[in-house]
């Protein structure tokens, strides 16, 4: 026991740079303190004292913030950082290395008995508010961004972000490399979006970037071939683009970012 207790305190030190010594993480980090008496609070349920073990989970919801199911099964090296607002069910499982931040909820979607909440296998990041809702699974590794609502199994190594979240694919090099040569032509700007975590909105932008690139290509292909039957109708200008059309959807790169 601990062991496993000084194991939880070597965690904290890995995954929290605030922490700065072994007896602020013992004394002020409830999260550390709410896997503890849940830890205590499970043995009695796994014994048939479940009064007494909900009692332990109440005292622990009252002092730190953070509501564990006295029912539910929790791996080692387990890691909720600020952890106010938290709430697991009864029949979640969560494996090891997992961290939750502040306001999750791994929660059911149904009254019926039986496994009714979420399955985190080893390694899973839960981000601050996000919402874990039904008997499914989250793979290892995997990420889940803040305020999501994760509805669906979700890949091992996957990123889910969004209401109702959506697996993040993230682009290739050379298709990264085209989408953004096809963007600067036209002179777009996807402002305030990463590539490597597209919203569906620019997602779909970034479509329509591939679709203009193939029809560029095709259409220059299309005047070499009518230059060389002797037409001069490539040789007209397209329409150009005015920064004016694009007031509102883009910026330019030296403007200040808005709020």
């Known amino acids: 026991m601990f062991e496993q207790m000084r ?21 002020c980090y409830p999260g550390l303190h709410a896997v503890w008496l849940h830890r205590a609070a499970h043995a ?26 006295p029912g539910a099964r929790i791996g080692r090296r387990f890691f909720i950082d600020h952890g106010m607002g938290i709430v697991i069910g009864e029949t979640a499982e969560i494996g090891n290395d997992v961290t939750l931040y502040q306001g999750v909820t791994l929660g059911g979607t149904s009254w019926d008995a039986g496994k009714r909440h979420p399955t985190l296998e080893d390694g899973v990041v839960v981000g601050a508010g996000a919402k874990v809702l039904g008997p499914f699974t989250v793979g290892a590794g995997a990420k889940i961004g803040s305020n999501a609502v994760v509805t669906k199994a979700v890949p091992a190594g996957a990123t889910a972000v969004g209401i109702p979240a959506r697996i993040i694919v993230p682009l290739n090099d050379e ?26 909105v620019a997602r779909a932008i970034g479509q329509l970037l591939d679709h203009l690139h193939a029809v560029d290509g095709r259409l220059e292909g299309m005047c070499k071939a009518l230059q060389g039957l002797g037409s001069d109708y490539c040789a007209k200008d397209l329409p150009a683009l005015r920064d004016e059309d694009f007031a509102g959807v883009c910026r330019d790169p030296g403007e200040a970012p808005r709020a």
């Not at 965690?11 to 993480?25: Q, Y």
């Not at 298709?175 to 569906?200: C, H, I, N, T, W």
């Open 44 to 69: 009695l349920w796994r014994r048939e004292w479940k009064w007494l073990a909900r009692v332990v989970s109440n005292f622990a919801r009252w002092m730190t913030g953070i509501e564990i199911h």
């Open 175 to 200: 298709q990264a490399e085209r989408r953004q040569a096809m963007a600067s032509k036209l002179g777009f700007d996807a402002y305030g979006v990463g590539q490597d975590m597209p919203d569906p």
């Open 7 to 27: 194991e939880d305190v070597r965690s904290v030190f890995h995954r929290d740079p605030a922490a700065r010594n072994t007896l602020e993480v013992v004394t």
